[in-house]
């Protein structure tokens, strides 16, 4: 816990005698041990974003969808709102529980909130598998011993190093070339030049080739990753994954575009957010694997096509227009000093190209790590996510779409939904009875994705829920005919409608019952109709059928966590043999470390782009039907 006192603004008048003016307050995160000092005013919801501390929330701190809940311990004072007072009981309200975006930071305070205690759990639970790649990175360094100037040998400081070096037309940046003769006359020109192409992006003194790191960054809507990679060993020496902290402008692609739009400073807040959490990235993957920040000599970026767009300060607007124009598609190099970012000032950033307006660079990384441009069978390969990419290859070809799944496989617009982290259900298994699975092992807060996946695909097999979705009924309640009788115990029908009860009260975090709505499974088939209908389409451009499809690939976290016979049961997957459904991580994430570690797989990213055939879901007459075709729980 930390202690100081309130500070008062260096232009504030003197205070009145006895009345203390409170221009700013220091904001401490017990469980992520993280501070941040912020002016007064400021609301807890972007105080938690400004301090990389994630805070659940889908209405974008309006205030209506009551799921910031966080916990002042100490300091401050409060007004409670009539909201929180609807959906907090007196107790957990002296107990200092309140939403987030509705209050204020008012002095010093203390705050617990429910989540992970940092992003180590997250990382933990997902496999970042890149293998075979052979260790050939576009950043090489060379040392050299130079001859010393002479009388007879008056070759300036620049043109002595590029003799030395291999290839043609190389180019320095005027920041290097500014330190050469001060680095070079230092180090008696015994010197280590550090290419990136045909870039000297450093020089440093001595031999320092045994070091050599890049960074690959993945930008998510909802979380942000980094990886540090050890360019020597070709392996991942550190990874960060953070929250994106624009959440606070909206839980999807369309919130922060329409932030961007309609707001004056709009886009700079959303970029300024972006750039401070991949520096908070950055800072913790030194401090993890001991690296200095100017070590890290290139950067790789990929991401959904406004994530990339927001990071770079550029107008996303026509993203969110027919016919979603993006400002750019190729590949794009610039320097770390054009973003701000705390990487060395001549270090280059590549961002990977992407395929059309809602096909980012994420899905070409995707790509290349899955192999789609090599595999000899049929491969469909699924990112489900607010955003659904799908991939179909066959045929010498590889078919590409976009479906928009919402975000209720991230926990949104769920009841009881949240993201998967710390107390969130994430595996619900039936029997007589339902055994739930809690990320980190403590009282459940709420369910998310993949929980609610596998506890609509287990109330399908019980017969609780018909094949259309629909609370099975007898006479004026549910029917739980057949059940046993601690299943049938679950069941619920009130005012608010039918339900199915996961967790009571007595057992959650929250003292609040964890149920399975109507609404929660309206949902839930909404989101997975959007996938299969994107699925039946580019089956049916390919000229192919479900049951030729030799393998599924899985990418992304939610891949990972969801349960193939749970995603087969309500008709999210093509029904082929479990065993051909294969999760492959946030395989975003692993072809941006594949660029950087071989420029054979770069080159092969760069040209997966032209290859790339995009289908175009919102122009297809025949989506709409097939998206309704989908909405049962069948087979897709
Ligand atoms: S109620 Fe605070 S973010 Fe929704």
Redesign the pocket.
């Known amino acids: 816990m930390f202690t100081g006192s309130v500070k008062t603004g260096r232009f504030s008048r003197e205070p009145v005698k006895g009345v203390k003016i409170v221009t700013t307050g220091k904001v401490y995160f017990e469980l992520q041990d993280k501070k941040i000092e912020v002016p007064a005013g400021t609301d807890l919801?972007q105080t938690a974003a400004m301090a990389g501390v994630p805070?659940?929330?889908?209405?974008?701190?309006?205030?209506?969808?009551?799921?910031?809940r966080i916990r002042i311990l100490t300091g401050g004072s409060r007004k409670i709102t009539p909201?929180e007072e609807r959906l907090f009981s007196p107790g957990e309200l002296a107990a200092g529980w309140v939403?987030?975006?509705?209050q204020k930071v008012t002095g010093n305070l203390v705050i617990e909130t429910p989540g992970v205690k940092d992003d180590a759990k997250s990382k933990a639970r997902q496999k970042w598998q890149v293998s075979g790649a052979a260790i050939d990175p576009s950043v090489q360094k060379y040392f050299r011993c130079l001859n010393l100037p002479a009388p007879e040998d008056r070759t300036p400081d620049l043109e002595r190093l590029v003799s030395s070096l291999p290839g043609q037309g190389l180019e320095a940046d005027l920041v290097v070339v500014a330190g050469l003769p001060r680095i070079l006359r230092q180090a008696g020109f015994k010197v280590t030049a550090v290419l990136a192409g045909n870039r000297i992006v450093a020089v440093e003194p001595g031999n320092t080739c045994g070091r050599s790191y890049g960074l690959a960054l993945d930008l998510g809507t909802t979380t942000l990753a980094g990886y540090l990679v050890d360019l020597i060993k070709g392996k991942v020496a550190a990874t960060s994954v953070s929250c994106n902290p624009q959440a606070i402008f909206g839980a999807d692609v369309i919130s922060r575009i329409r932030h961007a739009a309609y707001n004056k400073d709009g886009l700079r807040q959303l970029q300024e957010k972006m750039l401070d959490a991949v520096n908070g990235i950055i800072r913790r993957l030194q401090d993890r694997a001991a690296v200095q920040n100017e070590e890290i000599y290139e950067t790789i970026v990929v991401g959904n096509t406004t994530m990339v767009h927001l990071f770079l300060g550029i107008e996303p607007s026509n993203l969110a227009l027919t016919p979603f124009i993006p400002a750019f598609n190729r590949s794009l190099e610039l320097r770390s000093t054009e973003l701000g970012l705390n990487l060395p000032p001549a270090g280059r950033i590549q961002v990977l190209p992407s395929v059309a307006g809602f096909v980012g660079s994420d899905t070409v990384a995707m790509l290349l790590a899955a192999g789609l441009d090599r595999c000899k069978n049929v491969s469909l390969a699924v990112d489900i996510g607010t955003n659904g990419e799908v991939a179909l290859a066959a045929r010498d070809r590889i078919l590409v779409c976009s479906s928009a799944a919402g975000s209720a496989f991230e926990g949104y617009h769920i009841e009881h939904g949240m993201r998967a982290v710390e107390g969130a259900i994430d595996s619900v298994v039936f029997g007589h009875d339902v055994q739930l699975g809690v990320i980190g092992g403590v009282a459940p807060r709420g369910i998310c994705g993949s929980g609610l996946i596998d506890a609509v695909a287990g109330m399908l097999g019980a017969g609780i829920i018909d094949s259309a979705g629909r609370f099975v009924e007898s006479g004026s309640g549910l029917d739980g005919a057949g059940l046993h009788p601690r299943l049938r115990s679950r069941l619920i029908k009130d005012g608010a409608g039918a339900g199915f009860l996961l967790a009571p009260g007595n057992l959650t975090a929250t003292g609040k019952d964890i149920v399975i709505t109507q609404k929660d499974i309206k949902e839930l088939q909404l989101a997975k109709a959007a996938i299969a209908a994107g699925v039946r389409v580019l089956l049916q451009e390919m000229g192919i059928s479900a049951g030729s499809i030799h393998e599924v690939l899985l990418a992304g976290a939610f891949g990972s966590h969801v349960r193939k016979e749970s995603a087969l049961a309500i008709g999210l997957l093509p029904p082929v043999s479990p065993c051909r459904i294969r999760s492959i991580g946030n395989a975003a994430g692993d072809g941006a470390i594949l660029c950087l570690i071989s420029r054979t797989d770069r080159n092969r990213a760069l040209s997966l782009c032209s290859r790339v055939e995009h289908i175009d879901l919102s122009s297809r007459a025949d989506f709409y039907d097939k998206f309704v075709d989908a909405l049962p729980f069948t087979d897709l």
């Open positions: 919801l805070v659940e929330g889908d209405c974008g701190g309006k205030g209506t969808c009551g799921k910031c909201v939403l987030a975006c509705r």
